[in-house]
């Protein structure tokens, strides 16, 4: 039984690979998409995954436009930024597009873990709060 499907994008296979193998074994579902026009699609036609993961550096659509067409999907989701280029982030920009969290590169496998697992946390707690409503 799945944890929860998570969504990789990155335009390194081999990131892609790490990720899948490394989320995988704690037993989430996992898609990964190189091509990150391609995951644009798939976020505008409202795909259900619980956390979206992305490259903020990929040719043609960035991470960052891919969070801004998941917002505008309102998608029930967590998303979280990976970046080798933290410190060159505005934060004002971030703090309006409202990201979940951020993976800095190069990570440890335990961060990618723990940054996911809270993901899913807040995810489980804000849907607990509209089944209250």
Known sequence: ????????????DLMCDLIEQVLEIKGYSITTMTNSSAALEEIEQKKDYDVIIADIRMPKVSGIDLLRAANAQNMDYQFILITGFYNLLAPDILKLLNPFGFIKKPFDINTLITTVEKAFAKKDEINGKKDKQ
């Open 1 to 12: 039984m799945s944890k929860g499907k998570v969504l990789v994008i990155d335009d390194e």
